[in-house]
């Protein structure tokens, strides 16, 4: 039987890149890719009304430059940028270098994989049925620009007795096609019932030619007004 890759995983180098940049030697690749993790983790976690859709770390010498992009950067820098102080110093406890702060609007959620995924992951733990919650996140991806997306959910949907995956796809989504610019992610609900998961591929058209950087270029050509300079 044939079996689904990671579109990320399958694309990276040809259209996509790491979330993590760097190169380390010996022991310090370990010690750097645990910073990474504790980083993304108390991000994540710290941060769920910010809208967080990935985390990309970059460490130049001995800086640590860490990007968020999220829908509602205002949540991240707060008040007259007393948020991001803080958030600087308390990242600059995880990680022995030190830490310079990004933060890039992302203008357009509906057609980011990771917070639909999350979008329809809450509408699921407020009880609002799953199929009008993947309908609603289908269309509007439709309406801003995307050229295809399939939604995914499993498990004990609406309460039934036996967990089952219901899924909903409208336009293109080319999974073998490598150039094909595919965005995916995937979500966990908590339910009354146990858990849902949720996976969303949406199509945002072809990248012509191998250039790794070309999804990340895209991304913020189309949010060039709100990209916030480094502190």
């Given at each position: ?14 259209n ?5 940049r760097w190169?380390?030697e010996g022991?310090?690749?370990g ?6 993790l504790k ?7 710290n941060m769920?009304?910010?809208?967080i859709?990935?985390v ?18 205002g949540v ?8 991001i ?14 830490v ?6 992302i203008?357009k959620?509906?057609?980011?994989s ?6 329809i992951?809450?509408?699921l733990?407020r009880r609002?049925?799953f199929?009008?919650?993947?309908k ?7 309406r ?6 399939k ?5 004990r ?13 409208e336009?293109r ?5 490598l150039?094909?610019n595919?965005?995916?992610a ?16 949406i199509f ?15 991304m913020l ?6 990209v916030?300079?480094?502190r």
């Open positions: 039987m044939g079996h689904k890759s990671n579109p990320i995983g399958l694309r990276l180098q040809i996509r890149t790491w979330d993590s190169f380390a022991a310090d690749y010690r750097l890719l645990l910073e990474d980083i993304r983790q108390f991000i994540f976690k769920p009304q910010a809208a859709s990935k990309v770390i970059e460490r130049p010498a001995k800086l640590c430059r860490v990007s968020i992009y999220a829908a509602r950067p991240i820098i707060g008040k007259k940028g007393a948020d102080e803080k958030l600087r110093k308390k990242l600059g406890a995880l990680t022995s270098s030190d310079s702060l990004n933060i890039v609007e203008r959620p509906e057609v980011d990771r917070l639909v995924a999350q979008g992951a809450d509408q733990e609002v049925a199929r009008r919650a993947m609603r996140a289908v269309q509007s991806a439709l801003l620009g995307a050229e295809g997306i939604i995914t959910c499993g498990g949907l609406g309460g039934a007795e036996i967990a089952r995956v219901e899924w909903y796809r336009g989504v080319p999974l073998h096609t150039r094909a595919v965005d995916y995937e979500a966990t609900a908590h339910t009354a019932y146990g858990v849902c998961g949720i996976k969303v591929w945002k058209g072809e990248i012509l030619g191998h250039d790794p950087f070309a999804t990340d270029r895209l050509e189309a949010q060039t007004s709100g916030r300079p480094a």
